[in-house]
């Protein structure tokens, strides 16, 4: 009880400006979901939070009917806004397991009926989409092309360029499920590699180096936890751009970042859900970008 109460203390000390909160793949119900749901009381005991955002794969495995009424369940008991982007586990792949278990892919069909389903759980007119909070552009981007585990169909990329060119002047962060190229350590088999990087690598690439507003990407997929070293640190950068990367919410103990937007700058922040701890250590401040 004491740590949960010194730790609703920093939270109200610590903030400044909107406080976003970020949640790294939900896998709902997937491992401990009691815990999960101790998460979602101790943001709304927050009362600084002004939003929360799930970075994809909200779906444990498949994106069943069943998966995603028991992820509707699971979101209905937080009182905070809620804003969501896809994952692979949210659309990708067939219902029916192969041999071992094995995850297949979906038909096309099945995948679009996946992604209208996601849209109609949360309510939402398109998969990607952005708003205006304070004197930042916050867009959300998600997965919605399944030539990679995290890919961003040519419509989307279109629209995402085109929002990106009538803000010119706005402080811009980006909400994706996959991390940018390289701004990890090669610390497993997956980082780094063309299923576990925001794609299509080389338009996007394009895109930010001519859009120096761009300046945080928010990612998920890669369940990254504090503990890599990698997690915060210079290898973030990709051109002008941080990489904020976070864990998921399977494991045994769970993390949350959350971002300060002040007015020249964003603080990040580590939240240990288990131990009711702010994570000091981690703390990074990162200056809105002069263009």
């Known amino acids: 009880m004491i740590h949960y109460l010194l730790g609703l203390f920093l939270?109200?000390?610590?903030?400044a400006g909107t406080h976003i909160v970020l949640l790294g793949d939900p896998?709902?119900?997937g491992k401990d979901i009691a815990h999960k749901e101790e998460v979602l009381e101790t943001l709304n005991q927050w009362e600084t939070v002004d939003m929360v955002v799930a970075l994809g794969d909200v779906c444990s495995k498949t994106g069943s009917k069943e998966e995603?009424?028991?992820?509707?369940?699971?979101?209905?008991k937080l009182k905070k806004p809620l804003f969501v982007i896809t994952g692979n586990h949210d659309f990708i792949y067939d219902d029916m397991l192969g041999d071992n278990e094995k995850l297949r892919h979906a038909s096309l069909e099945e995948q679009n009926e996946k992604l209208r389903r996601f849209r109609e759980?949360?309510?939402?007119?398109?998969?990607y989409y952005s708003l205006q909070?304070?004197?930042?552009?916050?867009?959300?981007?998600?997965a919605d092309d399944a030539s990679h585990l995290a890919q961003i169909s040519q419509k989307q990329l279109e629209w995402f360029e085109a929002t990106l060119l009538e803000h010119k002047n706005m402080p811009t962060i980006v909400f994706f499920h996959a991390p940018l190229d390289n701004t990890l350590e090669t610390y497993n088999r997956w980082a780094n590699t063309p299923n576990f990087i925001a794609q299509p690598k080389t338009q996007l690439h394009h895109i930010i180096r001519h859009n120096p507003q761009l300046f945080l990407w928010v990612s998920g997929h890669t369940h990254t936890s504090p503990k890599e070293p990698s997690?915060?640190?210079t290898i973030n950068r990709y051109e002008q751009v941080t990489n904020i990367?976070?864990?998921d919410m399977n494991k045994e103990t769970i993390w949350s970042n959350?971002?300060?937007?002040?007015?020249?700058?964003?603080?990040?922040?580590?939240?240990?859900?288990?131990?009711?701890?702010w994570q000091k250590e981690l703390e990074r401040t990162i200056a809105i970008p002069k263009f």
Request: aromatic share 16%.
């Open 11 to 15: 939270a109200l000390e610590l903030y």
């Open 27 to 29: 896998h709902i119900p």
């Open 68 to 76: 995603y009424a028991l992820v509707k369940s699971y979101f209905s």
């Open 121 to 127: 759980t949360f309510h939402l007119e398109t998969l």
């Open 133 to 142: 909070k304070e004197n930042y552009l916050l867009i959300f981007l998600s």
């Open 231 to 233: 997690f915060a640190s």
């Open 245 to 247: 990367h976070n864990s």
């Open 258 to 277: 959350s971002l300060f937007l002040e007015e020249s700058l964003v603080r990040i922040q580590t939240y240990n859900h288990r131990t009711k701890e």
